[in-house]
Nanobody, 128 residues
């Protein structure tokens, strides 16, 4: 059974940076694309970044492109989200997730139903 454990959230001022980490266990991490989702109260989870199993291909939503960077260290079974130039509107709970099908990368076509394993979520709060 796949387990994903996130860390790195917190409170930061606008313009600041945070790095989220997500440690995976339970299946061959390097076979699966990974994603980071953002959820604010009353809204569905929205994909903000995804990375292919090798790390060569990445996807970013328009709202974070140029400010966030997704990366992975397959030797450590860990995926990261570096968040720079944070804005108050980035305030949300962030979830990492693992694609349910190995050896694929859907990028902009991903929906939340493409992922079958989720972390517990980590709160990011950006003050103005």
């Amino acid at each position: 059974q796949v387990q994903l454990v996130e860390s790195g959230g917190g409170l930061v001022q606008a313009g600041g940076s945070l790095r989220l980490s997500c440690a995976a266990s339970g299946r061959t991490f390097s076979n699966y694309a990974m994603g980071w989702f953002q959820q604010v109260p009353g809204k569905e989870r929205e994909l903000v970044a995804a990375i292919s199993r090798t790390g060569v291909t990445t996807y970013y939503s328009d709202s974070v492109k140029g400010r966030f960077t997704i990366s992975r260290a397959n030797a450590k079974n860990t995926v990261y989200l570096q968040m720079n130039k944070l804005k108050p509107e980035d305030t949300a709970v962030y979830y990492c997730a693992s694609d349910r099908i190995p050896f694929r990368m859907k990028g902009a076509a991903y929906t939340s139903t493409d992922f079958d394993a989720w972390g517990q979520g980590t709160q990011v709060t950006v003050s103005s």
